[in-house]
């Protein structure tokens, strides 16, 4: 069994931050990437940021310079520090791992709005 549990979505208004940590437990071994979809209402999930397990880190071009994927390997956690919050940034945050196949947190709800 392997959980994640997401924490840290809110609502916050344009301009704004907010910090999205995902912890992940149970049987794990040989992570090869971590990172976080998003998906908007109405449109598809997407890839937001991910971070693998050489070290390397990719980025949607729309959050590029705004948000900031790190990984804390002793504690099988990986975060997502987001500033300059745009309303097209709302929807809900999914933090993933791989190992043997995509492992899916719950999802955390970010809304940016006045």
């Known amino acids: 069994q392997v959980q994640l549990v997401e924490s840290g979505g809110d609502l916050v208004q344009p301009g704004g931050s907010l910090r999205l940590s995902c912890a992940a437990s149970g049987r794990i071994f040989s992570i090869g990437a971590m990172g976080w979809y998003r998906q908007a209402p109405g449109k598809q999930r997407e890839l937001v940021a991910r971070?693998?397990?050489?070290?390397?880190?990719n980025y949607a071009d729309s959050v590029k310079g705004r948000f900031t994927i790190s990984r804390d390997n002793a504690k099988n956690t990986v975060y997502l520090q987001m500033n300059s919050l745009k309303p097209e940034d709302t929807g809900v945050y999914y933090c993933f791992i791989i190992m043997s196949r995509y492992y899916w947190g719950q999802g955390t709800q970010v809304t940016v709005s006045s």
């Open positions: 971070i693998i397990s050489d070290g390397s880190i």
